[in-house]
């Protein structure tokens, strides 16, 4: 049984949540866009999986907004002078700060911060509970780490 849960836990965190392929990105990270819900531009500074799509941090003056591709517009401008982030989205990568046996993971996000680049990937298997016949994951489950943390495979 214990073998069957370490394959599981190892099976989860190689599983892309977005199913086989990565989905297009609507804009590109450190590209310019305008907001249609603040009516302002600013760049697009991160962007992680989130409950079945894609969740874009926009950088506006001295805020963060979190939107969805829906509210923003792409200019194709790129904002200059910062470097490219050292991993992918859906890259695999060595967590090594993680306690458990399986330490690859999946990069499911990205964001600058503070001019650093920061990653999310799952540190822990998703508790399940039942709840009306239903399968429930819950918990957080994801970390946000720097380059320092991972380790290309």
């Avoid at 989860?12 to 392929?21: D, I, N, Q, V």
């Avoid at 990270?29 to 500074?45: A, M, Q």
């Avoid at 790129?78 to 967590?95: E, M, N």
């Avoid at 964001?111 to 508790?127: G, K, M, N, Q, R």
Wanted: net charge negative; charged share 20%; proline share 4%.
């Amino acid at each position: 049984m214990i073998n069957l849960i370490h394959t599981l836990e190892e099976c989860w965190y190689l599983s892309p949540p977005w199913s086989k392929e990565i989905p297009p990105l609507s804009v590109g990270l450190l590209e310019r866009v305008y907001v249609t819900t603040t009516k302002s531009f600013g760049y697009c500074c991160g962007v992680e999986w989130l409950q079945d799509d894609w969740s874009y941090a926009v950088a506006l003056n001295d805020e963060m907004v979190y939107t969805s591709a829906l509210q923003l517009r792409g200019t194709g401008k790129l904002q200059s002078g910062i470097d490219k982030p050292v991993f992918t989205l859906g890259q695999r990568v060595v967590f090594r700060c993680n306690q458990d046996v399986s330490k690859l993971r999946i990069v499911q996000g990205i964001h600058l911060i503070d001019d650093f680049w920061t990653y999310t990937v799952e540190w822990a298997s998703p508790s399940l509970t039942e709840c009306d016949g239903k399968l429930i994951t819950s918990g957080e489950r994801r970390a946000w780490v720097t380059d320092t943390d991972l380790v290309s495979v």
